[in-house]
């Protein structure tokens, strides 16, 4: 068994994280607290935390073939909610539960996301179209 815990974060493609991240954090007054280069899934990002604890996640694309420059493409070349993340207490048992629900995984082992955290994407198939990150952190 497992728990969600709450929403970690909200990923959202852009296709420049200078520019755009600028909204957050000037318009609205969130701290961005750092920027993580993800080679596995070719991408940058920058964490800009709310006071809940909540995150909005910026992703830019790195490589052509990044999931963050098709979802881009696909979006005609405007960015956008790619992905809700949801923070759970214990994801390999998330993972378990979930494929003996019948849920398609993307993943179905956990890997390395960004922050440290481990992760696992659910097929948006299973989740009418919603690309669901899991994670936990240590
Ligand atoms: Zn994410």
Redesign the pocket.
């Known amino acids: 068994m497992f728990k969600v815990l709450g929403v ?2 909200i ?1 959202i493609a852009v296709s420049d994280l200078k520019e755009t991240g600028s909204f957050w954090t000037e318009a609205l007054g969130l701290e961005c607290t750092g920027e993580e280069v993800v080679a596995e899934q070719k991408v940058k ?1 920058s964490f800009n935390p709310t006071p809940n604890g909540s995150e909005i ?1 910026l ?1 830019e694309a790195t490589a052509d073939d990044s999931p963050i420059a098709k979802f881009i493409a696909k979006n005609n070349g405007r960015g956008g909610i790619q ?1 809700i ?1 949801l923070r759970v207490d214990d994801i390999e048992a998330a993972i378990a539960d979930l494929q003996a629900k019948g849920v398609r995984m993307i993943d179905t082992k956990p890997r390395y ?2 922050g440290g955290a481990s ?1 696992a994407f659910v097929h948006p198939k299973s989740s009418y179209g919603v690309l669901v ?1 899991l ?1 936990q952190h240590k």
């Open positions: 970690d974060h990923g990002t996640e992703l992905h993340a996301g960004a992760i990150e994670c």
